[in-house]
């Protein structure tokens, strides 16, 4: 059986904030930029929803949602932790560890009070058959998460630093 490379997603962002705090905002404060009524786990047909979202600040760290029941459903893991400079993660969402795509996000001072974020998201040919729909679907996902979400969180200077 031979496998087909899929192409990995990269969507990069030039923001107003110094690469720490790009860091922190988007590790520490997820839950305040991610669309959490929209691109969780939950299924709001059961009565689920998403209250939390949670990244545990290490290497080997959970990243998970919390329901309005008080369950925790796994994200993935934390596979690069280095504040200001690189975090990335194992990306799950339910899958089997065999199944995870890998999510990089790299934080690149262009000047004190600016940098630039760039997220990768790779490794869909371990879905199988899956991996192509998945990136196209992601893809179109992360110009809602990422670019738009995240990048207007950060934007935003009224926020405290």
Known sequence: ??????????????????????????????????????HTRAK??????TIGLKVEPRVGGRVFE????????????VTAYQPGAHFAMQWRLGRPAADATDVSVRFEALSDASC???????NWERMGEEGAKMRENYNNGWV?????RFGEYVADLRRDA
């Open 1 to 38: 059986m031979s496998v087909v490379e899929i192409s990995p997603i990269v969507k990069s962002i030039d923001v107003a904030r110094s690469a720490g705090d790009a860091f922190r905002m988007f590790t520490a404060e997820i839950d305040k930029w991610y669309p959490l009524e929209t």
């Open 44 to 49: 709001s047909s059961a009565g689920e929803k």
């Open 66 to 77: 919390t329901l309005n029941d008080g369950r925790e459903l796994d994200w993935g893991q």
């Open 116 to 122: 630039r974020v760039t997220l990768t998201h790779e």
């Open 144 to 148: 809602t998460v990422f670019e738009q």
